[in-house]
C-alpha cells in the first residue's frame, strides 16, 4: 500500500478554540520539541513538498495548522516547544494554546508525539509525555530523522528513547527524506479515524 493524496490544502489556521474546524471531521494531531520535523513529517505523510512550511531555524510554526487530506481528516500541525529564544510570556502562550487544543478537542482521536532519534528525550519532551499519561491522551511515539542515524543504530536509539521515557512501546522510527513508515503509520492513523480508504 503506498497512499496517494490527490486533494489536500490548508484549511483553517488558528490562535484559539474559535478558530478550530466547525465539522466534525476526525483529527490527529502532530506535536514535539521546535525543528523536529513536524511540518516535514506532515509533507512526506501527505506526499507534497512544502505544503506545510518548514525551516531549518526553530520556532517556524507559530500557528496550529489545520491540513484538509481528501474531506475525510484533518492533520494538525502544531508549533513546538524547547525553542529557546522565545521569551517567558510567548512560551506560556504556546503551553495555553497547544493544550488546550490537545486537551479539549473531541474530534482529535490520536496524538503523534515526536522526538529526535538522535537525542535522549529533553524535559519538555519528558513533561509533555506525563501529560498524556496523566490525561489518559491516546498517544504514539514517532523517532523522527531516522536518515541520520546508520540503519543498525536505529532500533538501538529507539530503545534509548523508549527506556529515557519508561515507555510501554518502542517509537517508531519515521524519516521525511526516506520516507521510512510512511505506509505504516498512514495505517495508524486511518484506523484511528475510523476510516477503511481514503
Ligand atoms: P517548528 O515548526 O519550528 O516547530 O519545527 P518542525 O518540527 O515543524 O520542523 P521542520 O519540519 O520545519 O524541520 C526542521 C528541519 O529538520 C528542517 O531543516 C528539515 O529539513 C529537517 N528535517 C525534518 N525532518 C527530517 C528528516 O526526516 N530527515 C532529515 N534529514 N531532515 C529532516
Ligand atoms: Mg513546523
Redesign the pocket.
Known sequence: MSIIINNTDIAITAVSPSGYPADDLPEVA?V?????????????MLGRKRL???????????TINFFHVERKLYFV?????G?AKVSKSESAKWGEMVESYLKDRPQLRRIFL?LDIRHEPGNNDKMLYDWFMHYNLPFTLIA?????LARAQVPRQCAAIRRALSAPELPMP?????RQNRDALWSLILDNCGIDVL
Open positions: 502532530f514535539g520539541k521546535s525543528n523536529v520535523g513536524k511540518s516535514s513529517l506532515i509533507n512526506a506545510a512550511r518548514t525551516s531549518r531555524q526553530p520556532g517556524k510554526t507559530r500541525d502544531l508549533p513546538g516547544y525553542y515526536l523522527t530523522k531516522s536518515d541520520k519515521f524519516s521525511s527524506e526516506t
